[in-house]
């Protein structure tokens, strides 16, 4: 989290997060903007040390998306 915050505010903004995530895995950073809404519990645009916390007790995942079979057309 602290290897994070380049502005050292003491909080993750979207672009801190979407870079971390994409640490991890590239393909993670497109649910940044997910997470952070559903993650964050001020609703400052941040997610402060105790947001996080809370999120990884939780389990902040992302929406439930319809899989479409092969028989069915958009």
Same mark, same amino acid.
């Given at each position: 989290? @602290?290897?994070? *915050?380049?502005?050292?505010? #003491?909080? %993750?903004?979207?672009? /801190?997060?979407?870079? !971390?995530?994409?640490?991890?895995?590239?393909?993670?950073?497109?649910?940044?903007?997910?997470?952070? @809404?559903?993650? *964050?519990?001020?609703?400052? #645009?941040? %997610?402060?040390?105790? /947001?996080?916390?809370? !999120?990884?007790?939780?389990?902040?995942?992302?929406?439930?998306?319809?899989?479409?079979?092969?028989?069915?057309?958009?």
């Amino acid at each position: 989290y @602290r290897a994070s *915050d380049r502005h050292r505010a #003491g909080v %993750l903004d979207a672009t /801190e997060l979407r870079r !971390a995530l994409q640490r991890i895995d590239p393909v993670l950073g497109r649910w940044a903007e997910v997470i952070l @809404r559903n993650a *964050d519990v001020s609703k400052n #645009g941040a %997610l402060g040390r105790l /947001e996080i916390e809370s !999120a990884q007790r939780q389990g902040v995942s992302p929406p439930k998306t319809k899989r479409r079979g092969p028989s069915q057309k958009k």
